[in-house]
């Protein structure tokens, strides 16, 4: 199949079915938040596979919306560089850039888009593991519903059934049941 039959069947497939777009968001979002929480917490040795559902990945996409800023910028790129290649093909190029204009570099070059994506989002989890490690994290004040005394601590995260503290001064995560911790509070900027 040419790469214009290809793009023409993907166009006509969510015409003919547009709630696949929504399918298709929900996927592209749960991936994308799966594997920024994996990027994130694993610099604390937090497995994130243990403690959340499906619908947590949904989420944490949304959480970050820089994220999706990342996923877009990639897209864009390759869609521009995609464009330059196609245009560059219907030129009679020396033989050592011929392959710049051919469909094989377009198809290899999408491929790219996905890693640039991953390297992108692992790069700034990496980065704001970092910023979390060195203090810079949002500090909040858990209240637990035993009545245990409150602690003051920085919070990862969370998922629909657990909550994510990191205390800096020690180097050490806690991970709590949601049903375990009463209320969580913070100083507003």
Known sequence: MNEARARHWVVDLFQKHPALLVSAFYVAASVIGM??????????????????QISDFLLASLKEPLTWALVFVSVVLVLLDNA??????????????AWYGSPRYRMVNNFTALFMVLVFIYSYATAQA???????GKTVNVEFSDGEASVRSTLLGTTGQWVFLYEPDLRAVDIHPVESIHSISFQAD
């Open 35 to 52: 594997f920024y929480s994996w990027a994130f917490l694993r610099h604390f040795d937090v497995n994130v596979f243990n403690y959340a």
């Open 84 to 97: 330059s290649s196609r245009k560059a093909g219907r030129k009679d190029l020396r033989r050592w850039l």
């Open 130 to 136: 970092r910023d979390v490690k060195a203090g810079e």
